[in-house]
C-alpha cells in the first residue's frame, strides 16, 4: 500500500481512508492518479462503483481489477 501511495502522491493516510471508507467522496485527481499507479482505466473504476451500488455481480475482467483495487498492486 504504502508503495502505491506514494507512486500516486498521496499520503498512506489518505489512501487507506478511501480504502476503509472514511472519505467518501474522495477528489477525482486522487483517484485518477490510485488507478493509474494501478493500471485502471477510469471506465473500469466506474463499472466498479456502478455495479457495486447496484448489486451486479462483477465479471472475470471486473473480479481483476476489483482484486488490485483492495490489494493496492499495480497491473
Do not use: C, Y
Amino acid at each position: 500500500m504504502l508503495e502505491t501511495a506514494l507512486d500516486a502522491r498521496v499520503s498512506p493516510e489518505t489512501l487507506r481512508k478511501i480504502e476503509t471508507g472514511r472519505i467518501a467522496t474522495p477528489a477525482f485527481p486522487t483517484i485518477a492518479a490510485i488507478a493509474d499507479v494501478l493500471g485502471l482505466s477510469l471506465d473500469a473504476v466506474w463499472a466498479e462503483i456502478s455495479q457495486a451500488g447496484r448489486g451486479v455481480e462483477p465479471t472475470s475482467a471486473d473480479h481483476n481489477a476489483r482484486g488490485r483495487l483492495s490489494a493496492g498492486v499495480p497491473a
